[in-house]
């Protein structure tokens, strides 16, 4: 489904004499400086099939050299030098970190010295040590590496070192994170600790106005989304012109310096002040799921036919007949007219407006339709809030409140709802995330699933991954696979399951794919045990978060959630829930991508804790009836009905080539908005 950002871009001006001795001045700063903040406009080479070749070779020749034992190694020096500091007085300690500070930003630091004082600093502030893991993973980030970190060994402190490190060299250090509030929460929970390193720390995210954003980028370290620093990178781009050169850039930089206040209440001039080092967090939904879909900047141009044609286009699909006049491709999400259908369409448009007259536009406009009547589901792919349509995220489960649909496709769902149409917009500047983070000459990142998309990493963004042991021994077992005949039944199973795990003390996370299926799962349980406590949490019920979350480990809990529990949130057991076996994780829908299964598993047994993993199925769920073939689901429902105790090998099995076969099409996905981004770069358009 492609979506669209719309967004207003203001314009800069450079025709004010008085600038020239400032920006002057700014063309004579260090030149590292100057090659940083000019980053953030410059445009990217296009890769080669050489470069992609070479991301490949090169990854393959560093899991030869096993860095992982290296940084293993480097970790223990540094956890046992960080352990001789702890005697450092508050006053000796601030100096020692102001002697590191400076000796980073003279290019003369010793990163693993460095991450010392840090880590003593992480101890001043939180109370504990990190631990080697933890240095281990902070090495990676600074060296460029895909740190594959297990779920609850401490992502955010480890971010949050490495960060220290970058921004004491001087330059913009940009944290990634995979939504608004943990972009706000992460820079929260690291003030103290930021302030103490002599660095200050801000947040940029959805709620920050135009007027503040500025100011915000200032600061050393940034924690931002992604979403917002490509939209900021884009509109920073329309206001210095298609290609800014290096004086136009810093014209622009000196206004901001002189009129500060006047630039940013009118939003003319840039935001940001450079793109040096990003450490991305959560890296596989930033740079793998969201990179299916191009950040579009999109100003609102009124047009009354089309939107009169959009309501035309509604009426008119709903006398289609799917076989005869249309037909459907679920994996690939496709409904495309039959030349009998576009007969049809024809004769049905002779009397319509004079959009109609155009046979490829009414095609177009019309496969608009079907799509959004046949694959775009209320409460799973969008919620109506105040009389408007709201998006959202399938990965993560959360609204995309800036998100809007594409050209058209925006107001025929808005026309299929009842709804007042928006005003169509127009695209004024698009990027793909893959060439916006290549843009980066520094890049880290982290994530608690990184295996299954290793080749991309590698191919894309040139990121070896190294894989990060756990602190402690993880104690997650895994229950052999439920598989149902429907809906029906699995609802049932589920709500036996979590219903004995409440009698024994324990806590369950039921993880579902949408609203829709998540609501109705509470409904049940409602319905079939009312005496159970069930919390459910999705994109209606975000404001609850934080709350649903907090009482989640409690004794006897189930919380039904969409996949927005799973990332990024620590669920904190009750010991009697610890003592009876810990959390309890159901998987009710399988995901399309496996990453986002051991997403929902990573909840349970973090930190040596106890807690176990069991996965229900039904042959209805939406990942099989898209991605495996009809054959395939014929058998397995006979092996299932003949051959039961095949049950756990044949299910393992068709889910994995069902989650493979739905990976691959999502990657192809990918790569084809990286070459709709190479073919702009090469027509100039």
Not at 39 to 50: D, E, N, Q, S, V
Not at 509 to 536: C, E, F, K, W, Y
Request: glycine residues 8%; contains cysteine; positive net charge.
């Amino acid at each position: 489904m492609r979506t669209a950002d719309s967004m207003h871009v203001g314009t800069g001006r450079t025709d004010e004499p008085s600038l020239w001795h400032d920006a002057a001045q700014a063309l004579i700063e260090p030149a590292s400086r100057r090659l940083a903040v000019l980053a953030a406009h410059r445009t990217p080479t296009p890769p080669t099939w050489l470069d992609q070749v070479g991301g490949h070779v090169a990854a393959r020749l560093h899991r030869l050299q096993r860095p992982a034992s290296r940084l293993h190694r480097r970790a223990r020096r540094i956890h046992q030098q960080a352990q001789s500091l702890r005697s450092l007085d508050e006053a000796a300690l601030q100096d020692h970190l102001r002697q590191h500070a400076e000796a980073c930003r003279l290019q003369r630091g010793d990163a693993n010295a460095a991450l010392a004082a840090v880590g003593v600093a992480v101890e001043r502030v939180h109370g504990f040590m990190p631990h080697v893991v933890q240095f281990m993973g902070a090495l990676g980030l600074l060296e460029g590496h895909m740190v594959e970190m297990a779920t609850g060994e401490g992502k955010t402190v480890t971010a949050a070192m490495a960060a220290i490190v970058c921004a004491w060299r001087g330059e913009p250090c940009h944290v990634v994170t995979a939504n608004d509030y943990l972009a706000r929460r992460d820079a929260e929970l690291g003030a103290r600790l930021f302030a103490l390193c002599r660095l200050s720390v801000a947040s940029v995210h959805g709620e920050v106005p135009p007027s503040a954003r500025a100011a915000a980028y200032s600061h050393d370290v940034v924690y931002t989304t992604a979403k917002d620093l490509l939209a900021d990178h884009l509109r920073d781009r329309l206001a210095l012109g298609k290609t800014p050169s290096r004086s136009r850039f810093s014209l622009g930089r000196a206004r901001q310096g002189q009129g500060q206040a006047k630039e940013q209440a009118s939003g003319d001039g840039t935001v940001l002040r450079g793109l040096a080092q990003v450490i991305v967090d959560e890296a596989d939904s930033v740079l793998i799921d969201e990179a299916v879909t191009p950040l579009i900047i999109s100003t609102q141009r009124p047009d009354d036919l089309l939107e009169q044609a959009a309501g035309e286009a509604v009426a008119l699909v709903r006398q289609l007949v799917a076989g005869d006049d249309y037909t459907v491709q679920a994996a690939l999400r496709h409904a495309r007219l039959t030349p009998a259908g576009q007969q049809r369409v024809q004769g049905l448009t002779r009397s319509m407006s004079p959009f109609w007259r155009h046979p490829e536009r009414s095609t177009e406009l019309v496969e608009m339709a079907l799509y959004a009547r046949e694959f775009l589901v209320r409460d799973l792919h969008y919620v109506i809030e105040d009389g408007k349509i709201v998006l959202v995220d399938e990965l993560t489960g959360r609204l995309a409140n800036q998100r809007t649909l594409s050209l058209g496709m925006q107001q025929i769902l808005e026309a299929s709802e009842g709804l007042e149409l928006s005003p169509p917009a127009e695209v004024s500047a698009r990027l793909s995330f893959q060439r916006f983070f290549q843009l980066f000459p520094r890049v880290g990142g982290m994530t608690g699933t990184a295996e299954e998309a290793r080749d991309e990493f590698a191919a894309v963004y040139r990121l070896s991954t190294l894989a990060v042991p756990t602190h402690r021994t993880l104690r997650r077992r895994f229950l052999p696979v439920q598989l149902c005949e429907n809906e029906a039944a699995k609802f049932d199973a589920i709500a036996r399951s979590a219903a004995e795990r409440c009698s024994q003390g324990r806590a369950v996370l039921i993880g579902m794919r949408s609203v829709r299926s998540s609501q109705a799962l509470h409904d049940h349980l409602r319905t079939t045990h009312p005496q159970l406590a069930v919390d459910v949490l999705h994109a209606v019920h975000h404001e609850q978060e934080s709350a649903i979350v907090a009482r989640a480990g409690q004794p006897g809990r189930i919380t039904i959630a969409t996949n927005m529990a799973g990332r990024g949130t620590d669920i904190a057991l009750h010991e009697t829930v610890r003592e009876a076996g810990g959390l309890h994780v159901i998987v009710g829908e399988g995901n399309d991508f496996r990453r986002i299964d051991r997403q929902l598993a990573g909840r349970c047994a973090r930190q040596g804790d106890p807690g176990a993993v069991q996965r229900f199925v039904a042959f209805d769920d939406e990942l099989n009836v898209r991605f495996t073939p009809g054959w395939l689901l014929r058998l397995w429902r006979t092996t299932h009905r003949h051959l039961p105790w095949l049950d756990r090998w044949t299910t393992t099995a068709v889910l994995w080539q069902a989650q493979r076969r739905a990976e691959r099409l999502a990657f192809h996905q990918r790569q084809s908005t990286l070459k709709q981004d190479l073919d702009i770069d090469k027509t100039g358009l």
